[in-house]
């Protein structure tokens, strides 16, 4: 078994075989969110929440570091690039880039490595660069054995619905055979169409949660879905941190996606 399976196979809970991922790598591509103004006490509270990892940025991890350093804590997922991703930069257009090789990632203790792979941009050139890193980052990320994630996602500007089944599942495919070892994606809206995505994608998939909800309601009922059409986890940051109550919320989220699985340490 490589180090890069290993090390994946972590991410995810034994009895279950599905991930709770709480991502708390806003402030790389949106500032300051609401409710994380206070990064490390944010980080604490996403802790806390006892996901099964979290997505975090790479300087964010370097100065909680502590926060994962012992035996049972969340696996951390290291963001590994920028977009333009926030109303206030529009003006600039769309671009990409790479910010952290995975040996970077591997040095600051991550246990997996992240990139977006963007689809439906207007320039070829962008998004033949973004799949030429994604191929890239899956050769290295396999040499220092770290798993790599593709966070496969219709933004670009030429999109007009970005839970299109069909190009979703197009993306997903191309992740996982540009090596993607999981990847996170949109929760298309209903059971079928997610299915369709998961079932054309060989590797592992988890849902993306998007823009903080009013309630907790629309979160559960859209992990509820995911389950069922075959998703292994979801990936949440917003809904989680932001709820009035984030352990409860995520209390009832490991209770949807384990189910009646014993977690690990209890």
């Known amino acids: 078994m490589s180090g890069a399976r290993l090390r994946l196979g972590r991410l995810f809970n034994r009895q279950s075989g599905r991930s709770f991922v709480a991502a708390i790598d806003h402030g790389v591509t949106l500032g300051v969110p609401t409710g994380a103004e206070r990064a490390v006490e944010a980080v604490e509270r996403v802790v806390a929440c006892e996901p099964d990892a979290v997505l975090i940025a790479p300087g964010l991890l370097a100065k909680t570091a502590d926060l994962f350093a012992f035996r049972g804590a969340p696996a951390p997922i290291v963001r590994a690039d920028w977009i333009v991703n926030d109303p206030r930069l529009n003006d600039l257009g ?8 995975p040996t970077h990632a591997a040095h600051l203790g991550a246990d997996a490595f992240i990139l977006f792979l ?13 799949v030429r890193a994604v191929a890239a980052a899956a050769e ?6 770290l798993p790599l994630l593709v966070e496969t996602v219709a ?9 299109d ?19 996170k994606t949109e929760w298309t809206g209903d059971v079928a169409s997610m299915r369709q995505v998961i079932e054309g994608c060989p590797a592992p998939v988890l849902v993306l949660g998007g823009p903080k909800t009013d309630t907790p309601e629309p979160t559960l009922a859209a992990t509820r ?9 979801v990936v949440y940051g ?5 709820a009035d109550d984030p352990l409860d919320v995520a209390r009832q989220l490991r209770e949807i996606i384990h189910g009646g699985a014993v977690l690990v340490g209890d």
């Open 118 to 130: 963007i689809l439906g941009v207007q320039e070829g050139a962008m998004f033949a660069d973004n």
């Open 94 to 101: 769309e671009a990409y880039r790479v910010l952290v090789s």
């Open 155 to 163: 933004w670009g500007s030429r999109v007009t619905d970005r839970k």
């Open 238 to 242: 917003r809904n989680v941190w932001q």
């Open 165 to 183: 089944a069909d190009l979703l599942a197009f993306g997903c495919r191309m992740a996982a055979e540009l090596g993607a070892d999981a990847v």
């Open 140 to 145: 290295e990320a396999h040499k220092v054995g």
């Open 225 to 233: 879905g995911a389950m069922d059409a075959g998703a292994k986890g």
